[in-house]
């Protein structure tokens, strides 16, 4: 989604890990795992104003 | 040669289906059990002011389902435009509302008819204004360059045109405007069983 982000025209693009983030059933955070899944926030500007 | 979007389209109905199910489900029996965490108890985790908790409707708070905190980095001031996409029952909106104060202006916007009821209903009850759309997030019903910044919490990874999503994002902001969005990414490709499958997807 980052690279999504800056091909579509934003600027300044920032991720960071939610610390707090996982998935309660342990059959779905073990998939999680597996396949790198994280929760981030991310932020960026349109250019211009 | 086939259309690899038109092919997609009957699993994309059924995704679609699922997830307004299930996040109607979280609304309407919050004391269940999902695969996330949900509600305060998620809330408090990734860091909301329990001030921000306690000016909410309990029924908000209970239906929360996001992956994080947009609030942390989206510097609202009084007077700006915010959309919130995939408003759910409405606790990032009202949130988002007490921030741009009776001068601003906040938008939800979420595929279902019903949470849009339901969050504007919320937001009255906190004191606050917003109005909600209903309609897809790959076709946001807001005009073009009308907002000052878009939060989103958990809600376009649901998406199977994520694309789309990001540059609808980028039309209705103003030039100079924001996003400050949590959401969840995978390192690896899913497996086509986790992608063919609704509850997997929707969670």
Redesign the interface.
Known sequence: ??R??E????TKVRSAV?P??????ES?RN??E???????????????? | MTDPAADQAPLEAVLKDEILRMYQEVADHPEG?????HGREAAE???YRPEWLDAAPAGAVRSFAG????H??SQLRPGETVLDLGSGAGLDAIIAAAQVGPTGRVIGVDLNPSMCQKAEAHAAAAGGRMECHQGAMERIPVPDASVDCVISN?V??LSFR??KV??E??RV????????????????Q?SQS?VNDPK?WA?
Do not use: W
């Not at chain 1, 597996?34 to 104003?49: F, Q």
């Not at chain 2, 992956?67 to 947009?70: R, Y």
């Open positions: 989604m980052f999504l982000l091909e579509s025209g934003f939610v707090g983030f996982r998935f309660r059933k779905t998939s999680a597996a396949y790198g899944v994280k929760a981030v926030l991310m932020t960026g500007i349109k250019p211009g104003g | 059990e999902f695969h996330f965490y985790q990734f860091g992956v994080g905190n947009p942390e980095r958990g376009i990874n994520k694309r990001i540059e994002l980028f902001l103003k030039p100079g405007g924001r996003i400050s969005i949590t959401d969840i990414v995978s390192a690896k899913l986790i997997l969670s």
